[in-house]
């Protein structure tokens, strides 16, 4: 689960170094790593990781005719990665002329995230997008009464939840294994992943004859910055009515509604 980012200093673009080594694989092949890493926040935009060229495996690159034209960046050129058995068409992009309201992005490029195999953060892979430095993710241990149903079925009941609060998103309340009513719900296949949280599986509700796809998650081997949730099972707010110490919850309106 993502939200997109916000820059810190209210500018509509803005970037700032980070100190942290990021590299990029391909076809077995590092593409790019550096640590002069650049995080570009653009308002309304995830952030995303701006390259010096002379840390990109530049015989790996090959221009092609694709351009773009941004209202706050400028005209982008783009250029497709070819590392092992591996083609990843037009995924970098540079700003060799950045307007002038732009902060000076000229010697840099991206990569679109999800055409690299994989993208580390010194010795950690990192999934989805990158680190949002001004994200953050709080878990509290709550004795809260916390309840939750669906169709007047309850799945379930606790006083030991964990109360996870994540910049942009709804609170998320997680129940131990303990207080969940399994015989309600199945495993499925979805899995997704967030970066500041680690790989999620996920579980459909069966009330009746009727079926909840997908209606909650957990963690089972969460990143070692979040071990509370470890096992947790976190149901959708969005849809199901989640009761704390007697008062029902308003299902808040998100992508996950």
Known sequence: MTVVARPPSGAVVRV???????RAMLGGETVVDSRRTLILFEEGHLPVYYFPREDVREDLLEPTDRHTTCPRKGVAGYWTVRAGERVAENAVWGYPEPIDSCPDISGYVAFYWN???SWWEEDDEVFVHARDPYHRVDVLRSSRHVRVELD???????RRSLLLLETGLPPRWYVPRADVRWELLQPTATQTRCPYKGRASYFTARVGDARFADVAWTYETPIPECPKIEQA???FNERVDLIVDGERQARPRTPWS
Do not use: N, Q, Y
């Open 115 to 117: 055409k690299m195999d």
């Open 233 to 235: 099972i976190c149901f």
């Open 16 to 22: 700032e170094p980070t100190i942290k080594r990021v």
């Open 152 to 158: 007047g079925e309850v799945l379930a009941e606790t």
